[in-house]
């Protein structure tokens, strides 16, 4: 015999114990499942805090990168040449040009007829002829004066040599006894008179020199003066014609055709299109932050030009601070003054850092809690949050890399520990 098969005998299961037994399978299959994925949830929702639909939330993953901390304000286009014309003398006023008209560097946009500075200007040239006059006629009274007394001088001169004539003369005779003593006393005094009169002669000349010279120079400072007034008053009246001191256009007009203004009235304005600047707004808490030469990116009718901020005011108003952007390009197309732009100021990168996209959390939750996400849970957690960028926020702890967070506003959480996330 070479095995039992030939014994065996198949004995058929009766129609009621298969039935059971898949249904035992099928209930045994059931509680496990309800154990291993219902359970769970049921134990999840009843031990947290709250429950809310995942779609009312945003989320984002902690990751490792570079992050650059920016921020972005809001400005517009001004223009960094904008020079204002003012009237320098009361008058009535002639424009040539309109608002909006295009004009070159020189052309004239407007005269100033002011009677009163006119009158004065001329009044200060007359004098300054009459005083060009008294010099000169000064100066001939000079020539005259030192003519004469250099007439006196040598006619002095003269005298003196035949006076001194006389007295040799005179002295040869007494010691021959020609002539008496008192003729010879005679010559003698008339010598000494003779020489007398020539000594002053000559010290007048000097003195009358002298004294002609200082008044020439009084004078001189007199005419000198004057055309100092009559220079200031030509250079009044050669401003009242207004002329374009750059290019551009004519931004405004304050006045209308023959109007009278007082002096020092603004007039027009001319705004010079080749050079243009943005002014932006910057919340005051970052204005510590910021220094001049820090690199922007400017952004508007959908291109971003490179930028640099230039100045930033000292100033605060309305928790704001005024700053200014100067493009790196030396011609930028499409400007107008006065549009709408956005900015973003780089204020420093940093590398290999852990970073989460920026949402509503971080102001929600003061910046230092965060709700992370396990599965159909979220986590009440602490964190320290770092640099912050227009988009992204630094992690400084309390997260690592790969953590899902909570990033929309948790203010619905109402402070709670735990919350449970249903789809």
């Known amino acids: 015999m070479r095995d039992t098969s030939g014994q065996d005998v198949q004995i058929e299961q009766s129609g009621l114990k298969k039935p059971l037994v898949m249904k035992a399978l099928i209930a045994v299959a059931l ?10 949830k049921f134990n999840n929702m009843f031990s947290s805090d709250l429950t809310i639909a995942k779609e009312r939330l945003r989320f984002a993953i902690v990751e490792q990168g570079n992050l650059q901390r920016d921020i972005g304000v809001q400005g517009k286009i001004v223009a960094a040449n904008s020079p204002t014309l003012y009237a320098t003398a009361p008058g009535i006023v002639s424009l040539f040009i309109k608002a909006g008209d295009t004009v070159e560097k020189g052309q004239i946009l407007a005269e100033v007829n002011s009677p009163q500075l006119n009158n004065r200007y001329a009044q200060e040239l007359a004098t300054l002829e009459q005083l060009d006059l008294a010099v000169g006629r000064h100066k001939i009274e000079i020539k005259t004066t030192q003519l004469n007394d250099q007439q006196a ?3 002095s001169a003269v005298n003196l040599e035949a006076a001194r004539v006389n007295k040799e003369r005179a002295e040869t ?4 006894s020609l002539i008496s003593k008192k003729e010879h006393e005679e010559k003698m005094a008339e010598f000494k008179r003779a020489s007398l009169s020539h000594q002053h ?3 007048s000349f000097d003195l009358q020199k002298e004294s002609m010279e200082f008044e020439l120079k009084s004078k001189q400072s007199q005419l000198g003066r004057q055309q100092y007034v009559v220079d200031d008053l030509k250079r009044q009246v050669r401003e009242l014609t207004l002329l374009a001191p750059t290019a551009g256009i ?25 050079a243009f600047e943005v002014e932006v707004n910057i919340p005051e808490s970052f204005a ?4 001049v030469g820090l690199a922007s990116e400017i952004s508007f009718n959908g291109e971003t030009h490179q930028g640099q901020i230039i100045a930033i005011s000292p100033e605060v108003t309305n928790g704001q601070v005024v700053g ?5 390009e030396d011609v930028v197309a499409n400007l107008r003054q006065n549009q709408r732009v956005s900015a973003r100021i780089l204020i420093e990168s940093k590398e290999n850092i852990l970073k989460i996209r920026r949402g509503a959390f971080v102001e929600s939750g003061g910046g230092r809690i965060v709700y992370l996400v396990n599965n159909d849970n979220a986590i009440r957690k602490k964190v320290t949050l770092g640099a912050r960028s227009i988009g992204e926020i630094e992690v400084v702890s309390g997260l690592k890399v790969g953590d899902k ?15 449970y996330l249903t789809n």
Do not use: W
Not at 324 to 328: H, S
């Open 31 to 40: 509680i496990a499942a309800f154990s291993i994925f219902v359970l769970p």
């Open 153 to 155: 001088i040598e006619m």
């Open 173 to 176: 005779s007494i010691q021959n």
């Open 201 to 203: 002669a000559k010290q």
């Open 250 to 274: 004519i931004g405004s007009v304050n006045i209308r055709e023959k109007d009278s203004v007082p002096a020092n009235t603004s007039l027009i304005t001319v705004i010079d299109l080749s």
């Open 288 to 291: 510590d932050d910021l220094g």
């Open 324 to 328: 200014r952007l100067r493009f790196n």
């Open 405 to 419: 967070i909570v990033i929309s506003s948790i203010d619905i959480f109402n402070n709670h520990e735990q919350i």
